[in-house]
């Protein structure tokens, strides 16, 4: 199967990982392959250890990279990159990409029940494992699902939304994509439905919630920063405010030094810091991505280094 995906903020993410030849690096959601195949171009000695779950990205990559002997393919989460990386012999790394969120080839395979604008079972599983959108959608209490869509949604109307999720299933099961993009319109008030599809944010947040994703950010930014070697890399990209928030955050607790007081005339919490940002501000698409990939509009890259 091919998966298609055009990476984004390619070039600027490339010289951010500032790659050498004989390094070892991880594309830990490597998808089709886009990053991956600019950092193997950069390798002589060095290795690329590429990680995805989802099945049809794994064999995608198995037949891109099958005769690059500086390739190893791991099927698996990011956020278990260290257990992943230490069960193969790697403790160390020179740099590590995380390209975060859902890929063009998801979204666009109907099937997988990412979008709201094609019928098809919702399901909206990465891995295609585990529980689904529809399972949630039908099992979850009014309260928990408020809860999701307001949350990772950043959705104003999600207590209508929910109610509606609620009355409609009590006539039978919710279990397309289109089934609920209708609940959600039609409890919304009509100004928002001239805004964009209403139901985006919902399904962004049952997305969210299906794959633990705010979850396993948090988890595979630790790992990955742990097995960073002095002078390493760690560049992300996000697409939505809930995960840039985290990835900042993340990377000013590492880049903080002494947390004294500032009247302190000496030092005495001891604190170094452990990292510094290559990019103080997040680097985003230049108007001929944007031009040539409308998905480029909301990413945000951010790049710091361990020291």
């Known amino acids: 199967m091919e998966f298609s995906h055009i990476p984004v903020l390619l070039e600027q993410t490339i010289e951010g990982l500032n790659i050498k030849e004989n390094g070892i690096y991880v594309d830990g959601t490597a998808g089709g392959g886009g990053h991956s195949s600019e950092i193997l171009k950069r390798l002589k000695s060095g290795r690329l250890i590429s990680i ?149 944010k919902t399904f962004q947040a049952l997305r969210i919630a299906v794959n633990d994703e705010l979850g396993v950010l948090e988890r595979g930014l630790d790992g990955a920063f742990e097995l960073l070697g002095s002078g390493g890399r760690l560049a992300v990209i996000t697409f939505h405010s809930l995960e840039d928030r985290i990835v900042k955050q993340k990377m000013a607790s590492w880049c903080t030094g002494c947390t004294c007081p500032k009247d302190f005339p000496v030092c005495v919490c001891g604190n170094k810091p452990l990292a510094k940002l290559i990019n103080k501000k997040p680097i985003c698409a230049n108007e001929t991505e944007l031009s040539q990939n409308n998905r480029s509009r909301s990413a945000k890259l951010r790049i710091c280094e361990k020291i």
């Open 52 to 200: 995805d779950q989802d099945p049809d990205a794994i064999l995608t990559l198995t037949q891109r990279f099958k005769s690059n002997e500086n390739s190893i393919i791991i099927k698996g989460n990011f956020a278990d990159i260290k257990e992943l990386l230490l069960n193969r012999g790697v403790g160390r790394l020179d740099g590590v990409l995380l390209d975060i969120g859902v890929s063009s080839h998801q979204l666009d395979t109907a099937s997988r029940g990412f979008s709201f604008h094609e019928d098809a079972p919702l399901d909206m599983r990465m891995s295609q494992s585990g529980a689904t959108a529809a399972d949630l959608v039908n099992s979850l209490s009014f309260e928990e699902l408020r809860r999701i869509i307001f949350n990772y949604g950043e959705e104003k109307y999600a207590s209508s939304i929910a109610k509606g999720i609620i009355s409609a299933r009590e006539s039978g099961e919710i279990k397309t994509t289109i089934e609920l993009a209708e609940i959600v319109k039609n409890n919304v008030p009509q100004k928002v439905r001239r805004d964009g599809h209403p139901a985006r």
